[in-house]
């Protein structure tokens, strides 16, 4: 996407540098080089220049500010351009079509255990398919258990579960969701026996995926729909990538009209120190072209 070429972090995940913003020419600058060999004089002229310098550059900057052709206006009209992108991709993440989705059989889920021991471990049927999960538990440099670990899936495959007349196209979006769903269950089934609470007595496959009437996927057997949660995280991530554009470009704008504030400022600033540069080096008046 433009806006993420444009305005995304580099690999040191550091923002890019901002535009020069600095006119193409400036002003030639004024030599003094008053004949002497006064120390204390020559080194009142050296700080006098330095600081002309900087007030020359603050001028430039400020003149530059009031240009109808400015940096900062180069920079809003990029920030404009990645905005316009990250709209056009927050539509387009709304225009989505649904998921072609549909029952499943309400095959009963049998032989349900769960054991709340070190580890926990988790049997359930569906279908003739026997499926077993197991804790692997997390330790500590101390050899005593942290944290409850992942269950994972050490028996039984869902393969066997999709329906035979799945859409080819369908068939690998369907089992990978039993097999996420599976898990999710499992953990559920864990869960209760670290409760002390019933295990489900009527659960079936339709349970573990159950058609979202939102996007048109599948739910899962804790009724969250994966493809919802995608859509909405990107939703999410884009919504907060408008904000910081808009933000960004309300920066620049109020930049902007800070330096075409300071113009008159800055040119008095810079009148008055080549006045003490002329007064210095015994030239006259002296002042800013």
Do not use: Y
């Amino acid at each position: 996407m433009v806006w993420k070429r444009l305005f995304g972090r580099g690999e040191s995940g550091t923002e890019p540098a901002p535009a020069a913003t600095e006119p193409a020419t400036r002003r030639p600058r004024r030599t003094d080089t008053p004949a002497t060999n006064d120390p204390a004089l020559r080194a009142r002229l050296d700080q006098l220049r330095r600081r002309r310098e900087l007030v020359l550059f603050d001028v430039e900057r400020a003149e530059a500010a009031t240009r109808p052709e400015n940096p900062w206006r180069e920079r809003v009209a990029l920030l404009d351009e990645a905005l316009t992108t990250v709209e056009a991709d927050l539509a387009a993440v709304e225009r989505e079509p649904r998921e072609p989705s549909f029952p499943l059989a309400e095959t009963p889920i049998i032989a349900v255990a769960a054991t709340a021991g070190e580890p926990a471990s988790v049997n359930f049927e569906i279908g003739g398919e026997r499926f077993r999960f197991e804790e692997e538990t997390d330790w500590d440099q101390r050899g005593g258990p942290i944290v409850r670990g992942e269950l994972r899936r050490r028996e039984g495959g869902v393969e066997r579960l999709v329906p035979a007349a799945t859409r080819d196209d369908l068939r690998p979006v369907l089992t990978e969701h039993l097999r996420r769903s599976a898990a999710v269950f499992a953990a559920d089934l864990r869960d209760r026996a670290l409760e002390g609470e019933a295990l489900p007595e009527s659960a079936t496959l339709a349970d573990l995926a159950q058609p979202c009437p939102i996007c048109g996927g599948w739910r899962d057997w804790r009724g969250t729909c994966d493809r919802c949660a995608d859509r909405a995280l990107r939703r999410q991530r884009l919504r907060a990538e408008a904000e910081r554009l808009m933000k960004e470009r309300e920066a620049e704008a109020a930049e902007r009209r800070k330096w075409a504030e300071r113009l008159p400022i800055a040119r008095r600033r810079l009148r008055d120190v080549e006045a003490e540069i002329a007064v210095a080096t015994g030239t006259g008046g002296g002042g800013a072209t």
